[in-house]
C-alpha cells in the first residue's frame, strides 16, 4: 500500500470516529519509528455502544472506499478494539481502558499530527 493510500484510509477513519463523537482522536505517524504501520489512530467512547457504534462507522466507511481490515479484536467486550487494516491500525477504547494502556505515552516517539494534515 502506498503512504498516499495509507493517508486516505486514515482520514476516512478519523472522519468516521467523528461522525459518532469519538472522543479526543489522535493519529499517530509511526511510519519512522516502526515498521508495523504507518498511522495510530487512537480514540474513545463512553460506553461498549458507542465504541461498537465508531467501530461499525469505520469498518462501513473504509469498506465503502474498498479497504477491508485484516484482523479485529476485542469488538464483543467493547473495552478496546482493534482494528487492523495494514498500514493504519485503528485503536477505539472505553474511557478507563484508555488512561490504563496510555498508548499516546508508549508510542510517544511517533508523531503526533492533525487530521488536516491527511488532506491531500
Not at 493517508?7 to 467523528?18: G, N, S, V
Not at 515498521?35 to 489512530?41: E, K, P, T
Not at 465504541?51 to 485484516?70: C, H, I, T, Y
Not at 478496546?80 to 505515552?105: A, C, K, P, Q, S
Request: proline share 1%.
Amino acid at each position: 500500500m502506498t503512504l498516499k493510500q495509507s493517508k486516505e484510509m486514515a482520514q476516512k477513519a478519523c472522519h468516521a470516529l467523528e461522525d459518532k463523537k469519538a472522543k479526543d482522536v489522535r493519529i499517530l505517524d509511526i511510519s519512522e519509528v516502526s515498521v508495523l504501520a504507518d498511522y495510530f489512530l487512537i480514540a474513545s467512547g463512553s460506553n461498549r455502544n458507542q465504541v461498537q457504534a465508531m467501530v461499525d462507522n469505520v469498518e462501513e466507511e473504509l469498506r465503502k472506499a474498498g479497504f477491508s481490515p485484516k484482523q479485529v479484536e476485542g469488538y464483543n467486550t467493547a473495552n478496546w478494539v482493534l482494528l487492523d487494516y495494514g498500514d493504519i491500525i485503528i485503536h477505539v477504547f472505553d474511557e478507563e481502558n484508555r488512561l490504563f494502556y496510555d498508548l499516546e505515552r508508549i508510542w510517544r516517539d511517533g508523531s503526533l499530527i492533525r487530521a488536516e494534515e491527511l488532506e491531500m
